[in-house]
Structures are given as C-alpha cells and as structure tokens.
Nanobody
C-alpha cells in the first residue's frame, strides 16, 4: 500500500508563500502521477495541480495559475507544491494523492487511488 505524507502547511499572511511537500513510500515515486487537492470548510474538494508520472505534463486550476508551481524529485520520492502570492481564498486543507494508471492524464481528478492525511494552509492577516 502506497503511503503519502504531506508537510509544509501553516499560517501565512496574504501575499506570502508556502512550499508543500508530499513524500511517498515504500514504493518509488517514478510510476505515479501526483495530484494536489484542497478542501475548504463547507466546500467540495477540488483539484489544484497535478504532475504526470513522466514529469512532462503539469496542470493547474485556473484559480492558482501563475501563483503555484508543482515539481517532483523522484530521487527523493517527493513532490512539491510551491505556493506564492497566497490569498485568503487559498485557505484549506491540502491533500496529495497518487495513481499509477493515469500516466499523463493527471487531471483525471476523480480517479486518484492513494491519499495522504492532509495539511492545513491558512492565509490570514
């Protein structure tokens, strides 16, 4: 069973930055597409960004384009989500998820099989 652990959440002021990380084990990251999702109180979970297993394809929700950047370090079995110019509406629990069947189609948000426990991101002054 693949395990995913998120880290890097916290409290930040509007305009600030955070870098989330998603570490996977015990299997190598190479074969997995990774998605970042978020869920704010009272709202449905939404896909924020994803990166294909090849690392070639990335995808971003319109609300975060130009502010968030996803990257993967296969050697460290870790995926990062760099979040800049954060806004109060980015406040949510952020989850990473993995799937080894969707390949380059990482924006198939509803099919991710393995999930982490989430990390809280709060953007507030």
């Amino acid at each position: 069973q693949l395990q995913l652990v998120e880290s890097g959440g916290g409290l930040v002021q509007p305009g600030g930055s955070l870098r989330l990380s998603c570490a996977v084990s015990p299997f190598a990251l190479d074969n997995y597409s990774i998605g970042w999702f978020r869920q704010a109180p009272g709202k449905e979970r939404e896909g924020v960004s994803c990166i294909s297993s090849s690392g070639v394809i990335t995808n971003y929700a319109d609300s975060v384009k130009g502010r968030f950047t996803i990257s993967r370090e296969n050697a460290k079995d870790t995926v990062h989500l760099q979040m800049n110019n954060l806004k109060p509406e980015d406040t949510a629990v952020y989850y990473c998820a993995a799937d080894n069947l969707i390949g380059d189609n990482c924006a198939l948000w509803k099919v991710y099989e393995y999930w982490g426990q989430g990390t809280q991101v709060t953007v507030s002054s």
